[in-house]
């Protein structure tokens, strides 16, 4: 009987762990925790230490998605340590690349690639393709984060072919992103139109809102810099009304930025420095690692702005940007563009 009730309680507990994780897959991660920390205390309490490190290396993807680092390593070095006490190599792989994966982000771009490197002998020595699509997809995008976008392209295409090979339509989208992004840092805006609209389609299929916004938010630039300036507008306004949702303030940043280099450009400079400043601000709150240059771009903008508004009206005016909450920020953006959009 007692071994009865121990594979009970196992299947329970591999159960709720289970829906905890495709709930990750949804974005409900508030759902996804409470699942997850509840499958993973009856691991604990059977001391079944494979379900252990599953379920805090998932509750470490969650805190990478939220951009909680502390939590993130948190839980992958507990995950890490169980890892390599139960010699279970494609957790330790999986661990190591999460770990990579917040070090890219705080900018600590070295440590990351050791972390991505020593994850990638590992999964190669698996034969895991699912999982080497994911962590070449991630050191295409340290080599994007370094501007090193050759490198990034080569890196990105094997992860595109990885996909397609298993079938990872997601994976497949969310590599398509990333090239679309590379090609419109190298201005080969018909490739990134290309590649995003391709990607748009498939995560519009699958429902991904998550991965949705960026897309949207870097076709919004390719318009931008072909001087389509409507559809620029409404692509940004698009990804901003999801990402504002989704508690994204990093891309719900880029669309105001988006925004207000369109208002700059159409010499609306006040409206422009509102929004700039606006951006700035999420920007900074974001967590998130900024691509080299991206404060570099900020200060050529204050330049412009300062170049045309008196000193005191542009302090007045960025000091207004500043204070505004987001919900403010996106009714003043909708009056700004009106006529843009008319």
């Known amino acids: 009987l007692e071994s009865t009730e121990s594979v009970e309680i196992l299947w329970k507990a591999k159960a709720i762990f289970w829906k905890g994780f495709f709930l990750i897959q949804q974005g409900k991660y508030d759902e996804a925790k409470i699942l997850l920390n509840q499958s993973l205390e009856i691991f604990r309490d059977i001391k079944y230490r494979d379900g252990e490190a599953i379920a805090l290396s998932s509750l470490g993807t969650i805190a990478l998605f939220e951009g909680d680092y502390d939590k993130l390593i948190s839980y992958s070095d507990e995950s890490l340590t169980i890892s390599v006490e139960i010699n279970n190599r494609s957790y330790l792989a999986r661990n190591l690349q999460n770990i990579g994966i917040c070090l890219m982000q705080q900018g600590k771009h070295e440590d990351a690639r050791k972390?991505?490197?020593?994850?990638?002998?590992?999964?190669?020595?698996?034969?895991?393709?699912?999982?080497?699509?994911?962590?070449?997809?991630?050191?295409?995008?340290?080599?994007?984060?370094?501007?090193?976008?050759?490198?990034?392209t080569a890196a990105l295409n094997e992860s595109l072919q990885l996909r397609y090979e298993s079938g990872d339509?997601?994976?497949i989208?969310?590599?398509l992103s990333n090239l679309g992004s590379v090609a419109?840092?190298?201005?080969?805006?018909?490739?990134?139109?290309?590649?995003?609209?391709?990607?748009?389609?498939?995560i519009r299929e699958l429902g991904d809102r998550r991965i949705y916004v960026t897309p949207l938010s870097t076709l919004g630039s390719v318009e931008y810099d072909r001087g389509n300036f409507a559809t620029a507008v409404n692509l940004f306004r698009e990804s901003m009304q999801i990402s504002i949702?989704?508690?994204?303030?990093?891309?719900?940043a880029k669309c105001f930025e988006g925004i207000a280099d369109i208002l700059i450009k159409l010499k609306k400079y006040e409206e422009g420095c509102v929004l700039t400043s606006k951006y700035l601000s999420l920007l900074k709150a974001s967590k998130k690692n900024i691509v080299e240059g991206e404060f570099q771009k900020a200060d050529t903008t204050k330049e412009i702005l300062v170049a045309n508004l008196?000193?005191?009206?542009?302090?007045?005016?960025?000091?207004v940007g500043e204070a505004m909450k987001t919900e403010e920020a996106v009714e003043y953006m909708k009056l700004s563009v009106k006529d843009i959009l008319d």
């Not at 419109?184 to 498939?202: T, V």
């Not at 949702?245 to 719900?252: A, Q, S």
């Not at 008196?310 to 000091?319: E, F, G």
């Open 310 to 319: 008196s000193d005191t009206d542009y302090k007045r005016i960025w000091a």
């Open 173 to 175: 989208g969310i590599a």
């Open 115 to 152: 972390k991505f490197e020593e994850s990638l002998v590992i999964y190669r020595e698996l034969n895991d393709t699912v999982q080497l699509a994911k962590l070449i997809g991630n050191i295409g995008a340290l080599e994007y984060l370094l501007s090193n976008y050759d490198k990034a």
């Open 184 to 202: 419109y840092m190298q201005k080969d805006y018909d490739k990134a139109k290309l590649r995003l609209e391709e990607c748009i389609e498939i």
């Open 169 to 171: 339509r997601q994976g």
């Open 245 to 252: 949702e989704l508690g994204d303030k990093y891309t719900t």
